[in-house]
């Protein structure tokens, strides 16, 4: 299987949208996910619902060129603009992005279990937010974001923005190890995983797990298994249609419940969802 970490990668979507992926550097392959640029140069269609769903992942992003809005809960309209750098924290609901014309976003996913050694608060004061870099690094964020600018070209940007968080990497707490093994296990059984069988397994009570993915990863452990289930059911091809209805509901209470968490998520019924078209949210969900 190719490593898209590893090797340079290029997909092309509608509308002459396209990702680059890039190599992470070997000292921060256990923190970071992906590395990425986003670029388009022209509008993404009227028809399409732009909704990006939850990820589990936070995201550092400097967008070089364009401007973005960006709905978060419904309520929460962040604006983010030409060469700023912007830190999307876990969300519990789908993300609304708006902008258009000539674009370019330079990207970085973090493993949900390591962010927290780049970042100077605990991850649950970014939930649910866009922060700035000003908030995160104060005039640092300023010169990083010259030295982006000047650079202008994605891999070097690629680079040099990798080479500005390992300078920021503080080493692991104690229990990294834990929040990682709770992490993955989430993952592996695609959020299955009732949280208190995850407790026992890390030796430690429902409470303190609690606190340390409140810490570390920014959301609760209950809430990070909701979305990794909706993260998995959206992975399924073809989405949302017979006969994998059937598997979608197996990993629910019932089809009720399937449908609530769904349009918690999404903003959509799985009925509805499978109607629209959502190819800008899409390519975003696969970035992060």
């Given at each position: ?124 004061e970014?939930?649910?937010r ?36 390992l ?34 397994k ?37 989405p ?6 059937q598997?979608?509901?197996?990993a ?13 998520f ?10 629209k ?12």
């Amino acid at each position: 299987m190719v490593n898209l970490q590893a090797v340079f990668c290029r997909f092309w979507l509608p509308f002459t949208m396209k990702f680059q992926v890039f190599p992470i550097l070997p000292e921060l392959q256990y923190c970071l996910r992906k590395v990425w640029v986003f670029e388009s140069r022209h509008d993404v269609a009227l028809t399409d619902i732009k909704t990006v769903v939850p990820s589990g992942h936070l995201t550092l992003t400097f967008t070089c060129r364009g401007n973005y809005s960006t709905l978060v809960q419904g309520s929460e309209l962040y604006h983010t603009k030409e060469a700023t750098l912007s830190l999307i924290g876990l969300q519990s609901g789908p993300v609304l992005l708006d902008g258009g014309g000539d674009v370019l976003t330079l990207g970085v996913s973090f493993q949900p279990f390591s962010a927290y050694r780049f970042f100077p608060f605990p991850l649950q004061e970014t939930a649910n937010r866009l922060v700035t870099g000003e908030e995160l690094w104060g005039n640092e964020a300023n010169r990083l974001t010259d030295q982006l600018l000047t650079l202008n070209e994605p891999a070097l940007m690629a680079r040099r923005l990798q080479e500005f968080l390992l300078a920021k990497l503080i080493p692991a707490k104690s229990l990294e190890e834990m929040a990682r093994f709770s992490v993955e296990a989430l993952f592996r059984e695609r959020g299955g995983v009732p949280i208190h069988v995850l407790a026992q397994k890390t030796g430690y009570s429902q409470r303190h797990l609690h606190r340390i993915f409140h810490e570390m990863v920014g959301i609760s452990p209950k809430s990070f298994a909701r979305i990794v289930r909706i993260k998995h059911l959206l992975s399924v091809a073809p989405p949302l249609q017979k006969p994998h209805l059937q598997m979608f509901h197996e990993a629910f209470f019932d089809q009720a419940h399937c449908i609530k968490e769904f349009k918690a998520f999404t903003g959509y019924t799985p009925h509805q969802y499978a109607q629209k078209d959502n190819s800008f949210g899409t390519l975003f969900n696969q970035l992060k």
